[in-house]
């Protein structure tokens, strides 16, 4: 899994993560539900949601909402839905869930944030966010019901990070062995003939 999107990656903890959940993959090649639990996932814990497709809300339903998240965010989302975001994020996070869940590919995403300190100035150096998501399933047989999506948050300026979000306005979202948002220095770039 790591291999696939190993090119895209800036945060280490993602790397251990992927790793961590190719353990989990069955025969089948698809990692449910049931194969791990919160203590195999501990280090992560605080920066994982999981959220399953709900045919009756017609939604991704947050079946869990990590601590970190919920703190950065202000509030928990267990047991709501991607409804909650504005809909352009909605319709994103939308739109990822669903290549995964169809395709089997992990997406990384990446975000730069504005950080307000408490008395509202604007923190004067980048706070980067990755994001990976990967699918699961909640069933012991059949394909893949929900995904499962970390947030790694670095406060800092990595190098790499830097022209990544100026070339791309300050977000993007790669597909392993797929298309890249255009301007990402991340993604190799096709080689020419």
């Given at each position: 899994m790591v291999a696939g999107v190993a090119d895209r990656l800036t945060c280490e903890s993602s790397r251990r993560l992927l790793a961590a959940l190719e353990r989990f993959r069955g025969p089948d090649g698809i990692i449910r539900r049931h194969a791990f639990g919160p203590e195999d996932l501990w280090p992560w814990l605080g920066g994982i949601a999981i959220n399953q497709w709900s045919e009756q809300r017609g939604d991704y339903v947050y079946r869990l909402f990590g601590t970190h998240l919920a703190e950065n965010l202000g509030r928990d989302l267990t047991g709501l839905t991607f409804g909650e975001w504005p809909d352009p994020v909605a319709r994103i996070m939308r739109?990822?869930?669903?290549?995964?869940?169809?395709?089997?590919?992990?997406?990384?995403?990446?975000?730069?944030?504005?950080?307000?300190?408490?008395?509202?100035?604007?923190?004067?150096?980048?706070?980067?966010?990755?994001?990976?998501?990967?699918?699961?399933?909640?069933?012991?047989?059949?394909?893949?019901?929900?995904?499962?999506?970390?947030?790694?948050?670095?406060?800092?300026?990595?190098?790499?990070?830097?022209?990544?979000?100026?070339?791309?306005?300050?977000?993007?979202?790669?597909?392993?062995?797929?298309?890249v948002d255009e301007g990402c220095p991340i993604a190799p770039r096709p080689r020419s003939a």
């Amino acid at each position: 899994m790591v291999a696939g999107v190993a090119d895209r990656l800036t945060c280490e903890s993602s790397r251990r993560l992927l790793a961590a959940l190719e353990r989990f993959r069955g025969p089948d090649g698809i990692i449910r539900r049931h194969a791990f639990g919160p203590e195999d996932l501990w280090p992560w814990l605080g920066g994982i949601a999981i959220n399953q497709w709900s045919e009756q809300r017609g939604d991704y339903v947050y079946r869990l909402f990590g601590t970190h998240l919920a703190e950065n965010l202000g509030r928990d989302l267990t047991g709501l839905t991607f409804g909650e975001w504005p809909d352009p994020v909605a319709r994103i996070m939308r739109d990822q869930a669903d290549l995964v869940r169809r395709t089997g590919a992990v997406v990384v995403s990446h975000y730069r944030l504005k950080v307000i300190e408490r008395d509202g100035r604007i923190e004067d150096r980048v706070q980067t966010q990755e994001k990976v998501v990967v699918a699961i399933a909640y069933a012991a047989e059949g394909p893949p019901d929900a995904v499962l999506v970390h947030v790694d948050q670095t406060r800092g300026d990595l190098s790499v990070l830097h022209a990544h979000m100026n070339a791309t306005d300050g977000s993007c979202w790669c597909v392993a062995g797929g298309p890249v948002d255009e301007g990402c220095p991340i993604a190799p770039r096709p080689r020419s003939a």
